[in-house]
């Protein structure tokens, strides 16, 4: 039914309910689920436009980094076990955008992500990323809200 799905995981408390409801969309189907974590620009550390063969050393990036590496493995890991097709990705950028510009770019199916509970405050101050991805996606969004 769905055979490109992109999953969207952050490693909060919410992610195993969203990486399960891939699961059980993917299972004993011809799915391939690309997991993907979005990183924040200001944390990115490939493609940062510094000059050629210099050194950076920015530990919250790094740390940042290796979070989000961890996170999507353990997805994948995860997926594979339960004898679904699975690769990892990290994209960078603002999340709402960049989740639908990488849904765009695998020409996915399907956008599976969650849901996070977020005051009135954080959500003037944040926005919903969710919301964000249901208004400008061009494929289904199926949003996780177990595990709130």
Do not use: W
């Amino acid at each position: 039914m769905f055979d490109v799905i992109l999953l969207a995981v952050d490693g909060s408390k919410q992610s195993p309910f969203v990486i399960d409801l891939a699961r059980q969309l993917a299972k004993g189907q011809a799915s391939t689920v690309f997991v993907t974590c979005c990183i924040d620009e200001s944390y990115a550390l490939e493609n940062n436009g510094d000059a050629s063969g210099e050194i950076v050393d920015y530990p919250p990036a790094e740390e940042e980094q290796n979070t989000a590496r961890a996170v999507v493995g353990q997805a994948v890991e995860t997926l594979l076990q339960a004898g679904i097709r699975a690769r990892g990705n990290l994209i960078v950028g603002p999340a709402g955008e960049a989740l639908v510009a990488e849904a765009e770019r695998l020409n996915a199916s399907l956008i599976v992500i969650g849901h996070r509970q977020l005051s009135a405050f954080g959500r003037m101050m944040k926005g919903s990323v969710s919301a964000e991805v249901i208004a400008a996606a061009s494929c289904p969004v199926m949003v996780e809200v177990r595990g709130n």
